[in-house]
């Protein structure tokens, strides 16, 4: 069974498009993250939800929509897709304060 | 705030050479600190962790770390590297709240 999992793996798109990028994990967490990993794999937090709460929202471009339909889900919806926001994403979930973080296998979005 | 710093961005290494990857952090409080591991093409996975009582951490693969807490430290170790070895190393560190801050990475190039 895979702990955390996302869809899709790979996503081609043209710019200006919107997108949506699902999360789903299975092991009883309560709290999940976004992270973008650029293309010199430096890996920065985006979103941290817990509980369906947002928690943590960096510097990141309102057009990044994280939703939480439940605690096990944290889907992140992308508006008005531009080039710079090809990266891989990762998901990821922890118990909060409790342990690492279990990440999911990403998704590598790349907009042409 | 929190913010980690790994200096060695490439090393590469003959199998069986020993390993230490250098992490420094920078965070006034209490800190849990992490080790993560990218294979190629593969998501991030835990080698070990650090929370609270002996500084020296064993991990997954024959990994272990060392907390200076003087030395705002926690250097990555392995006595022989093997070729399957080669991946990227994420230094990351918790601080207040949940969130998780990793360090640039460094990537490890192990020849046969």
């Known amino acids: 069974d895979t702990a955390v999992s996302q869809t899709p793996k790979y996503l081609v798109t043209q710019m200006g498009n919107d997108k949506s990028i699902k999360c789903e994990q299975n092991?009883?967490?309560?709290?999940m993250y976004w992270y973008k990993q650029d293309s010199k794999k430096f890996l920065k937090i985006m979103f941290s939800?817990?509980?369906?709460?947002?928690?943590i929202n960096e510097t990141v471009p309102n057009r990044f929509s994280p939703k939480s339909p439940d605690k096990a889900h944290l889907n992140l919806h992308i508006n008005s897709l531009e080039l710079g926001d090809s990266a891989v994403y990762f998901c990821?979930?922890?118990?909060?304060?409790?342990?690492?973080?279990?990440f999911g296998s990403g998704t590598r979005l790349t907009v042409v | 705030a929190q913010s980690v710093s790994q200096h060695n961005h490439h090393v590469i290494l003959s199998e069986a050479a020993s390993l230490e990857l250098g992490c420094n952090y920078s965070?006034?409080?209490?800190?849990?600190l992490f080790w993560y591991v990218q294979y190629p093409g593969q998501h991030l996975q835990l080698l070990l962790k650090?929370?609270?009582?002996?500084?020296l951490v064993k991990g997954i693969k024959g990994f272990e770390a060392e907390f200076i807490k003087s030395k705002f430290s926690f250097n990555l170790r392995k006595p022989s590297v093997q070729w399957s070895d080669t991946a990227e190393y994420f230094c990351?560190?918790?601080?207040?709240?949940?969130?998780?801050?990793f360090g640039t990475g460094t990537q490890l190039k192990v020849e046969l």
């Open positions: 990821a979930s922890s118990h909060v304060e409790m342990d690492g973080y279990t």
């Open positions: 092991l009883g967490h309560d709290t």
């Open positions: 965070y006034g409080g209490t800190v849990n």
């Open positions: 990351a560190v918790r601080g207040g709240g949940n969130k998780l801050t």
């Open positions: 939800y817990n509980n369906k709460e947002l928690i």
């Open positions: 650090y929370f609270s009582g002996d500084p």
